[in-house]
């Protein structure tokens, strides 16, 4: 993963980033990592765009969700929202729990060379 830009840091009360990751397989790859501190709420929106090598394939996906951290156990806060917009079949953006974090992945399909680029804005209290 390449962060690009990642102003007002990690996790916390408001954060932003940009993140860039290139994948050659169907191989699940964390393209950011959110953390979730002790005791808050966050949510995390991601827009991410992704384009195959050659340019014959291209997407657009949204996914919004809320987490919450109590007492170092985060939880998903009802559903998460996912918005597809011209997504060949395979490619695919996920929010995973891992610890007091929450990991953006995508996953494109074998053999193929896939750039992807991440937006994930969060908002916390």
Known sequence: MKIIRRPG???GSGSAAITIVSTTD???TTIDTVPIPTDQVL???AKIVAIKDDFASKAG???EAIYANSSGTVTLQGAVNYQ???VPSG???T???SGTNVLIRVVGNAATNIDWK???VTLGV
Do not use: A, K, P
């Open 91 to 93: 490619w695919d953006v």
């Open 43 to 45: 949510m995390i929106s």
């Open 61 to 63: 996906l949204e996914i």
């Open 118 to 120: 991440c937006n994930r």
């Open 84 to 86: 597809h917009r011209q």
């Open 95 to 97: 929010f995973v729990i």
């Open 9 to 11: 840091g990690g996790g």
């Open 26 to 28: 169907g191989t699940i």
